[in-house]
T-cell receptor, first 116, second 114 residues
Framework: GAVVSQHPSWVICKSGTSVKIECRSLDFQATTMFWYRQFPKQSLMLMATSNEGSKATYEQGVEKDKFLINHASLTLSTLTVTSAHPEDSSFYIC????????????FGEGSRLTVL | AQSVAQPEDQVNVAEGNPLTVKCTYSVSGNPYLFWYVQYPNRGLQFLLKYITGDNLVKGSYGFEAEFNKSQTSFHLKKPSALVSDSALYFCAVSTTGGGNKLTFGTGTQLKVEL
């Protein structure tokens, strides 16, 4: 199947700093990528839909200025957590749509963010 | 609005026994149904999907799922469980007109014991 790579896998940062997470589709082009957040022992919460060459679409309750999304190419989307605080600590997962018709998504390995 | 229910937080099975992980859904229109598995601190891995056609769908690692339209269910099954199947399983649904956004269930922790 299609491969989605996420980097970094783990990141620890100090409160107030910004952290960038990359999501790459390695063997296919993705006009749309999705960013999820997962709290311990909970399901995935869709944060935003990343569209190549245009602004991301954020879900209700997700702060656009807090979670900056850039989808500059057909194989790369980035999520930047700005001025991170301990409550932003979470597991962030991206996915990319390999087939536009069926909606099948392939997921990255996730990025564990810990804000001290 | 679409939704997915996984009524069991955890399922315990002895190795070699059959396993079932339950999932029911609610959508307007035709559903696209998926099962994903997640190992600790990892992303989701695709197991199988139902788009159209045969109600019984076969997927990776010996898993299968049966689409039941009248019961709006898509239960995941495996004839003989392995200890290595122990993981968190998510059922998900999308619709043809929903921008392909997936709605996930809350997940079911499967524990297979010797």
């Amino acid at each position: 199947g299609a491969v989605v790579s996420q980097h970094p896998s783990w990141v620890i940062c100090k409160s107030g700093t910004s952290v960038k997470i990359e999501c790459r589709s390695l063997d296919f082009q993705a006009t749309t990528m999705f960013w999820y957040r997962q709290f311990p022992k909970q399901s995935l919460m869709l944060m935003a839909t990343s569209n190549e060459g245009s602004k991301a679409t954020y879900e209700q309750g997700v702060e656009k200025d807090k979670f900056l999304i850039n989808h500059a190419s057909l194989t790369l989307s980035t999520l930047t957590v700005t001025s991170a605080h301990p409550e932003d600590s979470s597991f962030y997962i991206c996915s990319a749509r390999a087939n536009q018709n069926t909606g099948e998504l392939f997921f990255g390995e996730g990025s564990r963010l810990t804000v001290l | 609005a679409q939704s997915v229910a996984q009524p069991e937080d955890q399922v315990n099975v002895a190795e070699g026994n059959p396993l079932t992980v339950k999932c029911t859904y609610s959508v307007s229109g035709n559903p696209y149904l998926f099962w994903y598995v997640q190992y600790p601190n990892r992303g989701l891995q695709f197991l199988l999907k139902y788009i159209t056609g045969d109600n019984l769908v076969k997927g990776s690692y010996g898993f299968e799922a049966e689409f039941n339209k009248s019961q709006t269910s898509f239960h995941l099954k495996k004839p003989s469980a392995l200890v290595s199947d122990s993981a968190l399983y998510f059922c998900a649904v999308s619709t043809t007109g929903g921008g392909n956004k997936l709605t996930f269930g809350t997940g079911t922790q499967l524990k297979v014991e010797l």
